[in-house]
């Protein structure tokens, strides 16, 4: 991705640079090539040459870029679980997910890591993004997701002959788990994406509580993954599969939904990072009525958005890493909503909204293992920007409305905002 060349002064908003510092009023900070060269109190700023660009930030908040944790970018209205895998051709698909990137670069989002994706999209969408094909946030891409025979994933019968080409790699012990990674491997992934666990979503056969993959066949896609330099990370609700999952070596926790002190103490021992995705549940149950979701689906997204929140205030509590994402594309919780969940997080979960930013830009960065380069406004990291017309510690749900968004900047370069 390119960087900006020469020099930019942001002026006359309060910095929250994402380290969870206090915020500094009558901020400055610089970007030189597209980097950071200072971000501090005004009154410290260097010089700047003549010919620097000067944006306004009118009073309001300079911070880093979100980070989205937990993107999907092939989900596009989905309102059935046909509708994840073989309601349109890849080609199509393709061009979904290069609109949804844009869009979630729109809302502010300068990077994500991709929680799953229909065929190897993600990992072509990364590419074009990175070449200036296609405006979208920097991405860390998972490919296919791994899942059991017979798990929450593996809904097409099997007289439709159909499997789950596309989204899913389907396995059968530790053999046939350890032959989905080299795929994966080859497809050049940087996340495996699996599935311990059932969901609220498939109430009969796979739901929260439900194992969808042995430890054996997890044990074996670590172990094949760390091989390779790639990360594993897993749906996990049911305690037993989180623990499962830490036990094997997984690199983060999607959801963490039912997290008992065992499954805490193994989380911390390795600072793994969790991201909840609260949202979706509270969504679901708000919004599933008017999609005809069975009332057992809506029960059991009770019962998860309950134990998710509960454990998100643990891990929060006890010192651990949380990220904020959350599973944005259903036709109850679509993109473009992606930071509903920070609002959410401030009014239902309890986090404050310096902890919820946070979760949502350094952890976010250190979960796509970028936090050297980008998650926090410090000199010597990528000009990853956004500049709000308001005080977001005041009114996080600012942030969902991107019309208030003055510049977001990706490299030191405007990409979207009204000073694009
Ligand atoms: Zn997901």
Partial sequence: ???????????????????????????????????????????????????????????????????????HPTYFNVAA??????????????????????????????AARSGGSLFNIDVWLKKAIEADICPGPRLASSGREICGVGGLMDWNPDFRKIGMDGLVLLV???????????????????????????????????????????????????????????????????????????????????????????????LLKRNVPCVPA?????????????????????????????GGAESARKILKAGGKLGMGGDYGFAWNPHGDYARELTFFVRYVGFSPMEVIQCATNNGADILGRGHEIGTLEAGKLADVLIVDGDVLADISILENRTRFIAVIQGGIVKAGRHA
């Fill in 1 to 71: 991705m390119k960087l900006a060349t020469g020099t930019t002064v942001i002026t006359n908003g309060t910095l929250v640079d994402g380290t969870g510092r206090p915020p500094v009023r009558d901020a400055a900070v610089v970007l030189t090539d597209g980097k950071i060269a200072y971000a501090g109190p005004s009154a410290g700023a260097p010089p700047v040459p003549t010919q620097t660009e000067r944006i306004d930030a009118r009073g309001g908040t300079i911070m880093p870029g979100l980070v989205e944790a937990h993107f």
């Fill in 81 to 110: 679980l046909e509708d994840l895998d073989i309601k349109y051709p890849v080609e199509y698909v393709t061009l979904l997910a290069a609109a949804n990137a844009k869009l979630a670069l729109e809302c502010g989002y300068t």
């Fill in 172 to 266: 059968n012990g530790p053999g046939e788990a350890r032959a989905a990674v080299r795929k994966l491997v080859k497809d050049g992934v940087e996340w495996v994406k699996t599935y311990p666990t059932g969901d609220a979503a498939a109430p009969d056969t796979n739901d929260h509580h439900t194992l969808c993959m042995t430890a054996e066949e997890m044990n074996a896609v670590v172990a094949t993954a760390h091989n390779h330099g790639l990360k594993v990370t897993g749906h996990c609700r049911a305690t037993e599969g989180i623990k499962n999952a830490l036990r094997a070596g997984y690199d983060a926790i999607e959801h963490g939904t039912f997290m008992d002190d065992e499954s805490l103490e193994l």
């Fill in 278 to 306: 609260l949202y979706f549940e509270y969504a679901s149950i708000e919004r599933g009525p008017e999609f005809r979701m069975p009332q057992k689906v809506i029960d059991g997204h009770k019962e998860t958005l309950e």
